[in-house]
């Protein structure tokens, strides 16, 4: 018997004007995440995956239908307790790190904290931590130009960590890393995710990444359809 | 060119048409500021051309002396014993005029006309006023009546016709005289010439100026059959001319006064090409966003095919483009900036040079060409950098920021030393010994451009410091708004140097002009040790033309003998010929007083005021000084009526009057020379009424409105009496009016730099989009976007604001001790207040956060999900 969701998709749709044409990208997508799960979204590009992240972490608002995270329905909240709600519940990881290049490796991971304000000694240790788990302990004070693409998205997990969120959103964090080191980053998102209690929603369109997961979920004209293990054997060994 | 190559690389602008609209706005200011300023000297200086000649009509030489001008007898000599019958006397004077009882201009509102005195039966072949085919003009009456006439146009102005009469008040004294008939103007030409004239039997303007058989000048117009050799034709009356008398052609007046406002006409030009200089920053700032933005592109481009000089060509074609379309909107918005500016000039060139009356302002298509070529010229200059940095693109799909950065980071030092240079040449240029005023706003503008390429060095510098500061105060957020100007310096670094140039500007006008002032107020308050002036209207009106004397010997009797009336000190002001020319004569009874009124600059006043006392010596001021080479010791030839004599220069005194300087002779040498004991102004000096050394002795106002009244009963006429301190604050309005002009252009500069700033702010918000997108998909709120939008433009300001300071300091130094001194001969003193600098970095500040309210606003709805996408 499952508790509570902690995600809650209700009837979620969202589409896109393109001249005359208007592009469905969610088709009233109903889906339900636990707590503590780890769920892959997999889906072609321009499936709508990183639509879905947007409406899930109130980035963007559904045309209809809504979202509710933790009992927290986000379609109902302004733009300003959005903002709130995700500076203080949720983590991001992105495809192209998006750390701010202006910034230091520990002033990257700090910022979170420090717009939650609650960058205490307790926390910036914690934080700090965090950096030494992703074996970039020695590189705080460089600037992300100096670091390797697979450094930037470890910088990049420990800063969406580093606030301590319930919810993890990571968008194609292996989409711009070479192989081994796309595993390596995989890992370390699934170890640190579940050491952590977190939930995490991934989006990818690598089937591979597919084993870490607990559930895996393709997004099929606008809706989440769940995959099982069958699915997710690649075609060659079925 | 290829269609879809230009579209591909240009279709940044049509996704950002604001960055474009920006550019044209810039070079459109840019271009109005420097077709307004043209065109509204054009306009002044053509007012006079075109009255001028009015007066000179066919007249092809000038018999002129000095002011007293030409005896009388010459022309009997000429007309009948020579018999130049190509000769016509003239008597020429400014007067005022009142507005006729049905006028609609209140009753006190004086306009001031020149009178022309012609003798009618010379006249037929100089001038067409009294042409009877174009006026209708009583000419019996004009002779036998007191007669005048004026243009059509003038006389519904005052509300006069026929018939009506004039009040018009001459040397101080009213006369009522008969409008006799009116001339119509045919064009706008005479529309314009014959605005601000007065033309009136020579006996009538001979009794008005007091100048009994006197005469202003005879013209001439010497034959057709004969003016191939004009000389043989002149040489039989130039044997006749006594001293002080010659003959000069009609262009050289209007010669004279171009050459008389030539300095203040350049000062003007550099300001307004200051104003296109920060148009052009903004431009190179524009392209340079372009082109760093459109890398990506750019590269693609060079990896399918294109060559870089055909990328180049593009960036070239944009700028020519964006420079055309300034230009185009900058003419017509300058064309209506002379309008406004025109009044303000001629105000000046009134106050300072020569009587003019502006009704018709034109700019020249040669103003609008050089106005379109100027806006083009400086588009494809500015954009040459970026053109060439697209020339460099690789072809590969794109360059990373940070290496562009870097890049540019490491070309900081050679920038440095590029603005060095730069700034060691312009120095050279203003230390070397030379005098000529381009060569000096060369060196302006080299050193300036030298230490707008100090900017980026500065920037890193002061942001070094200020980069702490900014994360004390604001946090992480703090510091990162602070080292993203740093990291951005491709592009902070232009607006910044912009922003700074604009304020620079403010800052070394404000600077310069207090100083000015300051030295000024202090010279009058050196220089006006009475405590009544009395002189006449004409005296304030003209300098330079016939000045009738106020005052005779008889009315300073008057003055002295008045209750409360202690000393009695005049003046009398003439324009005599020199060994270097048309010279203001100054000849003062005063003697221990002068010592003090006029503080030498050069010379030991132990010798020099005796020498000045003997008579044999003259005093002359630096300004006259500076224009004449002269130095003390040397000799200055004056022409009198007796002869040519020589005076030996024993002192330059400091003197702020006029530009183009004066000199000063004993008044008893003078009236020994010319024969002349009129008098321009005199100066009372009032009975101390108090003993009390500790009190302070200066009259009452009461006591000084006492006998100034008394003056006025007694001398009768409309004579203008002044306190020390009215004329002091008059003396000061006029200095204050002198500076409008430089007032708005400077407002004009920062309004392009705003411009740039603002287009510069919004390029890198643009640009950091995706970086704002991930701060707000951490959790930034729109209003924590906004303050860290806000606090990156005021560092951009407070950094810009810091800059100018000092930039604008070298720059006032190099008005007051360069361009001033080689365009006037001016020395002044420094002076620098807290106020201006304090002002200057508050403009700069609020200027750039005034700038960085849009991109704050924009960026601050931008939707993450949005920024996130990227472009």
Redesign the interface.
């Known amino acids: 018997m499952r508790g509570d969701p902690f995600i809650e998709l209700l009837e979620l749709s969202k589409s896109y004007q393109e001249g005359d044409r208007t592009h469905v990208v969610l088709d009233r997508a109903t889906l339900a995440i636990d707590p503590g799960e780890l769920v892959v979204l997999l889906g072609r590009s321009g499936s709508g995956k990183?639509?879905l992240l947007?409406l899930v972490?109130g980035?963007?608002l559904p045309d209809e239908g809504g979202v509710v995270v933790d009992g927290v329905s986000l379609h109902e909240l302004s733009?300003?307790e959005r903002?709130?709600f995700?500076?203080?519940r949720?983590g991001?990881v992105?495809q192209f790190f998006?750390l701010?290049?202006?910034?230091t490796v520990e002033?990257n991971l700090?910022?979170?904290l420090?717009?939650?304000g609650r960058?205490g000694k307790q926390e910036r240790e914690r934080a700090l931590e965090l950096l030494d788990r992703v074996g970039l302990g020695a590189r705080r004070a460089s600037f992300p130009?100096r670091l390797s693409g697979g450094e930037r998205q470890r910088v990049a997990i420990a800063r969406a960590l580093a606030h301590d969120p319930d919810l993890l959103l990571a968008d194609e964090p292996t989409g711009n890393l070479d192989a081994d080191t796309g595993r390596e980053v995989l890992d370390l998102i699934d170890s640190m995710t579940r050491q952590e209690g977190k939930t995490l929603v991934m989006a990818t369109h690598s089937r591979e990444v597919a084993h870490v997961a607990d559930r895996v979920f393709r997004l099929d004209h606008g809706r989440p359809v769940e995959l099982s293990d069958i699915d997710l054997v690649p075609p060659a060994r079925q | 060119m290829r269609r879809l190559l230009i579209k591909a690389a240009t279709g940044h602008f049509r996704k950002h048409p604001l960055q474009a609209a920006f550019s044209v706005i810039g070079v459109a200011l840019g271009v109005a500021v420097f077709v307004g300023i043209e065109g509204a000297n054009g306009s002044a200086l053509r007012a006079f051309d075109v009255s001028t000649r009015a007066v000179t009509g066919r007249t092809t030489h000038h018999i002129v002396g000095e002011s007293l001008g030409v005896p009388g007898d010459l022309y009997r000599v000429l007309r009948i014993e020579l018999g130049i019958r190509w000769s016509a006397p003239v008597v020429e004077g400014f007067v005022f005029v009142m507005p006729g009882p049905r006028s609609p201009s209140p009753a006190g509102a004086r306009r001031r006309f020149r009178l022309l005195g012609v003798d009618l039966f010379a006249e037929s072949s100089f001038r067409d006023q009294l042409d009877p085919r174009t006026s209708s003009i009583d000419l019996a009456g004009l002779m036998t009546r007191s007669g005048i006439s004026l243009s059509g146009p003038s006389a519904r102005e005052l509300s006069v016709e026929p018939g009506d009469f004039l009040r018009v008040v001459v040397a101080g004294h009213p006369h009522q005289l008969e409008v006799v008939g009116l001339f119509e103007p045919q064009n706008d030409f005479e529309r314009q010439a014959s605005a601000d004239l007065l033309v009136t039997d020579i006996g009538t303007a001979q009794a008005l100026f007091g100048l009994g058989a006197g005469i202003s000048r005879i013209d001439l117009v010497v034959p057709p059959d004969l003016r191939d050799e004009p000389e043989t034709a002149l040489r039989p009356i130039r044997d006749a001319l006594p001293p002080g008398v010659s003959i000069v052609r009609p262009e050289q007046r209007s010669a004279a006064a171009e050459q008389m406002t030539r300095a203040f006409r350049l000062n003007l030009r550099a300001l307004s090409l200051l104003a296109l200089l920060c148009g052009a920053f903004l431009i190179y700032n524009t392209m340079t966003f372009a082109v760093v933005q459109r890398r990506p592109t750019l590269g693609i481009l060079r990896a399918l095919g294109a060559t870089s000089r055909e990328l180049f060509a593009i960036v070239l074609v944009e700028a020519a483009i964006v420079g055309a379309l300034g230009s185009a909107l900058g003419v017509p918005i300058g064309s209506a900036l002379a309008r406004i500016l025109v009044d303000r000039v001629a105000q000046t060139v009134n106050d300072l040079y020569f009587t003019v009356t502006v009704s018709v302002v034109s700019v020249p298509l040669s103003v609008l060409a050089a106005g379109v070529i100027l806006g083009i010229g400086a588009a494809l200059v500015a954009a040459f950098g970026p053109a060439a940095e697209a020339l460099r693109t690789e072809p590969r799909s794109a360059l990373d920021r940070a290496e562009l950065e870097g890049r540019l980071h490491r070309a900081v030092p050679l920038v440095t030393a590029i603005g060095l240079a730069l700034a060691a040449a312009g120095s050279a240029c203003l230390l070397l010994p030379l005098t000529d005023l381009v060569s000096s706003f060369m060196g302006l503008f080299l050193v300036l451009l030298g230490l707008a390429c100090l900017t980026p060095a500065t920037t890193l510098l002061l942001m070094g410091v200020l980069t702490p500061v900014a994360g004390g105060l604001f946090g992480t957020l703090g510091r990162f708004s602070a080292r993203s100007v740093v990291a951005a310096l491709s592009r902070t670094g232009v607006a910044i140097a912009a922003l700074m140039m604009a304020v620079a500007v403010t800052v070394g006008v404000d600077v310069m002009i207090q100083s000015f002032r300051g030295t000024v107020d202090r010279w009058l308050s050196n220089s006006l040790p009475a405590d009544l002036y009395v002189t006449s209207p004409q005296a304030l009106v003209d300098r330079f033309s016939a000045t009738p004397a106020a005052l005779d010997d008889a009315d300073v009797a008057v003055l002295r003998g008045l209750k409360g009336v202690d000393r009695v000190t005049t003046v009398r002001s003439v324009r005599v010929n020199s060994s270097v020319g048309p010279v203001q004569l100054l000849a003062h009874d005063l003697v221990e007083i002068g010592h003090t009124a006029f503080r030498l600059k050069d010379g030991d006043p132990a010798q020099a005021w005796p020498a000045y006392e003997r008579g044999d010596s003259v005093l002359i001021s630096e300004p006259f000084a500076f224009r004449h080479r002269l130095d003390l010791g040397e000799s200055l030839s004056l022409e009198t009526p007796s002869g040519v004599r020589s005076f030996r220069v024993a002192g330059i005194f400091y003197d702020y009057a006029t530009e183009e300087g004066t000199v000063l002779l004993t008044q008893k040498m003078y009236r020994e020379l010319w024969s002349d004991r009129g008098i321009t102004a005199a100066a009372l000096y009032l009975r101390e009424t108090s003993q009390d050394i500790a009190v302070d002795s200066a009259p009452s106002d009461a006591e000084l409105e006492r006998v100034k009244s008394a003056a006025e009963a007694a001398l009768g006429g409309e004579l203008v009496i002044r306190s020390n301190g009215l004329l002091r604050e008059q003396s000061l309005r006029v200095f204050d009016r002198t500076f409008v002009v430089t007032g708005v252009l400077r407002l004009l500069a920062v309004l392009v730099a705003f411009v740039g700033v603002l287009a510069a702010l919004t390029a890198l918000q643009l640009e950091r989009g995706r970086e704002l997108g991930v701060l707000r998909a951490l959790g930034l709120t729109p209003r924590e976007v906004w303050t860290l939008v806000t606090t990156q433009t005021g560092l951009i300001g407070l950094v810009a604001g810091l800059l100018a300071i000092p930039v604008g300091l070298v720059m006032s130094a190099i008005m007051i001790h360069v361009i001033n001194r080689r365009s006037f001969g001016w020395s002044l003193e420094m002076t620098i207040s807290a106020q201006p600098l304090v002002a200057a970095l508050a403009l700069s500040i609020g200027a750039a956060l005034l700038a960085g309210l849009f991109p704050a606003y924009k960026m601050s709805r931008t939707s993450p999900a949005e920024a996130l996408r990227g472009e």
């Open positions: 990183t639509t947007n972490s980035i963007d733009e300003r903002t709130l995700r500076r203080h949720i991001f992105f998006n701010l290049p202006t910034l002033e700090l910022l979170p420090e717009l939650s960058l130009e």
